[in-house]
């Protein structure tokens, strides 16, 4: 988000009478523009001289998978009903516990943006027939925003954008962050679409951003696209200590960065 954005936010805030609102996202934007650095260098610090790991991944190297082996979402690891990953202050752990099984996680497929980018472009809907602005709408009524909009027509907006991303990806294909703002440094890949890996070297799509570049890449038969990854399981870190240790070869796009 950059400063127009972020004074455009305030200014809607303000006009729906919404100050506790901007106060809380004027210090949610402070610490995810500012602070996370911090996090994501303490994160890694934490994994490597507490938990004693030597075998720890670059925090903000992407990686390339196919777009397919992403069926699964799960939006926390801190158990049912607690709050979401975050891209900003969770990347860089190593967790363990349930979070990545099949009862924690659900079919992506089922997902309400995922799924209106299918119905979409591939059953030929449109948004509104998608029930995407509904479905939307009804958190904006809960939670005050989402994705930078605060009413229908914020929304209506922000799909007509996602129309023009559908366009530009089938026409001159898929772009890496670093490619769109090469000027940025290492830290804008972690704007890519976001997963977790399970203790099974499984992707889990969740903490972030990406629902539909992940959806519209599927669409098009996309075989390869750059991930930020956020968490990984215990279990799959161990086995990365152990490849590593062995120096063997291990068919996986997540034991590729040693």
């Known amino acids: 988000m950059n400063n127009f954005e972020i004074l455009n936010t305030g200014i809607n805030l303000l ?11 004027t210090i949610e934007s402070i610490q995810r523009h500012y602070a996370y650095k911090y996090h994501i260098t303490y994160n890694l610090k934490y994994s490597q001289l507490v938990e004693g790991y030597n075998a720890v991944a670059d925090p903000y190297e992407p990686i390339f998978i196919d777009p397919n082996n992403v069926s699964k979402c799960g939006l926390s690891y801190h158990g049912k009903n607690e709050r979401s990953l975050n ?47 509904d479905n939307l709408v009804n958190y904006i009524k809960r939670h005050g925003s989402i994705d930078g909009c605060y009413n ?10 996602i129309d023009e991303l559908y366009n530009s990806i089938k026409n001159k294909g898929y772009k890496q962050q670093s490619n769109l703002s090469p ?9 890519e679409v976001c ?16 629902w ?47």
Request: hydrophobic share 30%.
């Open 15 to 25: 006009k729906n009478g919404g100050l506790l609102l901007l106060a809380s996202e």
């Open 87 to 133: 891209r900003h202050t969770d990347t860089g752990k190593i967790i363990g516990g349930s979070w990545d099984l099949e009862n924690s996680c659900q079919d992506i497929r089922s997902a309400p943006k995922y799924k209106a980018v299918i119905d979409k472009y591939e059953n030929g809907l449109s948004w509104e027939e998608t029930g995407i602005y």
């Open 152 to 161: 229908r027509g914020d929304l209506e907006r922000r799909y007509q954008k």
């Open 183 to 191: 000027n940025k440094g290492k830290e804008v890949n972690i704007n």
């Open 195 to 210: 997963v977790s890996i399970g203790r099974d070297g499984n992707f889990i799509f969740g903490g972030g951003g990406g």
């Open 212 to 258: 539909h570049r992940l959806a519209i890449a599927n669409v098009l038969g996309i075989e390869k696209i750059p991930v930020h990854i956020i968490i990984r399981h215990k279990y799959w870190q161990d086995k990365r200590e152990e490849v590593s240790r062995e120096k063997r070869q291990y068919d996986h796009p997540d034991m590729n960065n040693f």
